[in-house]
């Protein structure tokens, strides 16, 4: 039995994450108490080979969840942990589009303070899995990600590679954050604003100066000495965020070496560019 465990905070999107979830086959069930896990796991265990569960705020129990998802690990099942955040500014955002109640709301505290509290009790649960901060995605590139997570086999570690502008927010999922603003910059260029990293001309205009390589090189080294460590810790996923000014040509370009190269090693790889999938 496959069995995801879909938590995180409030307005984060983990609705669109469970109906993706049934999309891809999961037989899905929101809001269950922590306590009860181990029960539904086994008693849904006979019909049912992949299951997805909610569990947040809303859960009774929820502080059971960390002991439970132990307990179920030790039994064999196959479980993964996809924990969801964002930003504070994002997350007020949303409330107040959708006028929806923030469920540690009362009288005596506002919407950002309620949502500061929530992350707060939410604290120890956010090492039990893999991030996604879903600040400035869509609810399309969200569906595609969660599609990526869950074709991951547990067997390993996958390293994600993950470009972001410095502009809109360091994402919050990231375990190693680089920061190439330091290098020659195509926006500078009319003909090579419109493109990003992936496009050739931006490849030769990048490829041609020496600095460029030195920081490729200094981030692939570090990459590499430390990879073990993380592997030794059965770590399931290392997210190296690479940051430029806008997400779109020099952050895009190093992702997109670095993925190559290290997709000839014996880990995984996924490779995202969060400004260039944000619709």
């Not at 502009?167 to 603003?181: E, M, Q, S, T, Y």
Request: aromatic share 8%; net charge negative; hydrophobic share 40%.
């Amino acid at each position: 039995m496959q069995l995801i465990i879909v938590t995180g905070l409030s307005g984060s999107g983990k609705s669109i994450v469970l109906r993706a979830l049934e999309d891809s086959g999961y037989y899905c069930i929101d809001n269950l108490p922590a306590s009860l896990l181990p029960e539904i796991s086994q008693h849904l265990s006979a019909t049912q080979q992949r299951i997805a569960i909610s569990v947040d705020m809303r859960s009774v129990a929820i502080e059971k969840l960390p002991e439970n998802i132990s307990i179920l690990r030790s039994q064999g099942i196959d479980l993964k942990v996809l924990f969801l955040e964002a930003s504070l500014e994002s997350l007020v955002k949303r409330f107040s589009e959708t006028r929806r109640r923030h469920p540690l709301s009362n009288d005596n505290t506002t919407l950002a303070e309620s949502i500061q509290n929530e992350k707060q009790l939410l604290n120890s649960l956010a090492e039990l899995g893999h991030h996604i901060d879903t600040s400035n995605l869509s609810a399309n590139t969200l569906r595609g990600w969660v599609k990526d997570f869950v074709s991951q086999d547990n067997n390993g570690l996958t390293l994600l590679f993950s470009s972001f502008g410095f502009k809109h927010g360091i994402p919050l999922d990231a375990d190693f954050v680089f920061d190439v603003r330091s290098l020659p910059n195509p926006h500078y260029d009319p003909i090579l604003r419109p493109l990003t990293g992936r496009d050739a001309p931006v490849k030769e205009f990048l490829d041609k100066h020496e600095i460029v390589h030195q920081m490729y090189q200094d981030i692939s080294q570090f990459i590499s000495k430390w990879l073990p460590s993380f592997v030794r810790d059965n770590r399931s996923y290392l997210t190296v965020a690479i940051g430029c000014t806008g997400g779109q040509h020099r952050s895009v370009y190093l992702v997109e070496e670095l993925g190559k190269e290290f997709s000839n090693g014996e880990q995984k790889v996924l490779i995202r560019h969060r400004e260039l999938e944000i619709i």
